[in-house]
C-alpha cells in the first residue's frame, strides 16, 4: 500500500524567504515521487518527480525536492518565495505495477508581500 | 505541444440524470487516468485506461464507468447521479512505458442539483 503524508494544511512565508513544503511517504515498492501544483480553478501542473536518479531533484518555477530514503522523506523547496507561488501544492506517490498516483491532502501556500 | 484537454469546462446536472465527461490526451500518450477532486476528500483516483482496456479502478461505485477510444481520448460516465457526485475531475495523460509521470487537464467542474 502506498499513502503520502503533507505536514501543514497551510504554510505562510514573507515574499522572499524560503519555502519548504513537508512530504513523507509510504511505500512497499521503490517509489516514483511527484510534486504538482495547482492554482486556483485549474488542473494540476507537474513541478518536478523523482524516479530514482539523482536524489535532488530540480524542478520547473525554481523548485527543488530531496528525496530521503532513511526519512521516507521528499519535502519541496524554494530558496527565495515569490508573490506567484501562491497556490497548493500536492505531493504523490506511485509505484511498480501501480500507476495511479496516490496523493497527499495538500498545503496551500500563502505568500506575503 | 498541446496539453491534456477536457470538456465540457462545467456541467451542471439533477440528481439521477447521467453525466458524460470527455478527455484527449497529450499525442503520444496512451494511458488516460480520471480522479475525482471533491471539497474535504482530497484528490482520489477514479480509472485508469491503457491501449483501450481499464487497467485499474479506485473504490467508487460501478455508476462511475468509462471508455477508451483507439485514438486514446476516453471520456467518464456518470450514472444515476448523486449530490455527493459534485466535485472537480480531473482527465490526466501518461506516456506507456515509465516513470508514468501524469500530465494533468483544466478539469471539469459538475455540479449536481
Known amino acids: 500500500a502506498q499513502s503520502v503524508t503533507q505536514l501543514g494544511s497551510h504554510v505562510s512565508v514573507s515574499e522572499g524567504a524560503l519555502v519548504l513544503l513537508r512530504c513523507n511517504y509510504s511505500?512497499?515498492?521503490?517509489?516514483?515521487l511527484f510534486w504538482y501544483v495547482q492554482y486556483p480553478n485549474q488542473g494540476l501542473q507537474l513541478l518536478l518527480k523523482?524516479?530514482?536518479?539523482?536524489?535532488l531533484v530540480k524542478g520547473i518555477n525554481g523548485f527543488e525536492a530531496e528525496f530521503k530514503k532513511s526519512e521516507t522523506s521528499f519535502h519541496l523547496t524554494k530558496p527565495s518565495a515569490h508573490m506567484s507561488d501562491a497556490a497548493e501544492y500536492f505531493c504523490?506517490?506511485?509505484?511498480?505495477?501501480?500507476?495511479?498516483?496516490?496523493f497527499g491532502s495538500g498545503t496551500r501556500l500563502q505568500v506575503q508581500p | 505541444e498541446a496539453g491534456v484537454t477536457q470538456s465540457p469546462t462545467h456541467l451542471i446536472k439533477t440528481r439521477g440524470q447521467q453525466a458524460t465527461l470527455r478527455c484527449s490526451p497529450i499525442?503520444?500518450?496512451?494511458?488516460v487516468y480520471w480522479y475525482q477532486q471533491a471539497l474535504g476528500l482530497g484528490l482520489q483516483f477514479l480509472l485508469w485506461y491503457d491501449e483501450g482496456e481499464e487497467r485499474n479502478r479506485g473504490n467508487f461505485p460501478p455508476r462511475f464507468s468509462g471508455r477508451q477510444f483507439p485514438n486514446y481520448s476516453s471520456e467518464l460516465n456518470v450514472n444515476a447521479l448523486e449530490l455527493e457526485d459534485s466535485a472537480l475531475y480531473l482527465c490526466a495523460s501518461s506516456l506507456g512505458t515509465g516513470p508514468y509521470e501524469q500530465y494533468f487537464g483544466p478539469g471539469t467542474r459538475l455540479t449536481v442539483t
Open positions: 511505500s512497499s515498492v521503490p517509489p516514483y
Open positions: 499525442s503520444g500518450h496512451t494511458s
Open positions: 523523482y524516479t530514482s536518479a539523482a536524489t
Open positions: 504523490a506517490v506511485s509505484g511498480a505495477g501501480r500507476r495511479a498516483l496516490t
